[in-house]
Nanobody, 116 residues
Framework: QVQLVESGGGLVQAGGSLRLSCAAS????????MGWFRQAPGKPREQVAL???????NYADSVKRRFTVSRDNARNTVYLQMNSLKPEDTAVYYC??????????WGQGTQVTVSS
């Protein structure tokens, strides 16, 4: 069982920045694909950014050139640097972990609120 602990959410003004972190337990982190998703009230969960075990990344169009996903395999941690935040980025952000064995785990979520 993999445990994911997210941190870094909070309240920020539009145009500001936040960095989310997600620390994972276990020994297969470097072989796993990691992702960030978000869910706003009344909306379905949506993919924000992915970073694969090989290091390549994928972003939702709405966050391209503003958000950057990265990973530190030595710390079993994935990050999401969010710049130029907009009120529409307000959501609960979730970290996901897709293991090489086909299992998917989710973090508990961290609230990001962007005020206008």
């Amino acid at each position: 069982q993999v445990q994911l602990v997210e941190s870094g959410g909070g309240l920020v003004q539009a145009g500001g920045s936040l960095r989310l972190s997600c620390a994972a337990s276990g020994s297969a982190f470097s072989f796993s694909d990691m992702g960030w998703f978000r869910q706003a009230p009344g909306k379905p969960r949506e993919q924000v950014a992915l970073i694969f075990s090989a290091g390549n990344t994928n972003y939702a169009d709405s966050v391209k050139r503003r958000f950057t996903v990265s990973r530190d395999n030595a710390r079993n941690t994935v990050y999401l640097q969010m710049n130029s935040l907009k009120p529409e980025d307000t959501a609960v952000y979730y970290c996901s972990y897709s293991s090489p064995y086909g299992n998917v785990y989710w973090g508990q979520g961290t609230q990001v609120t962007v005020s206008s």
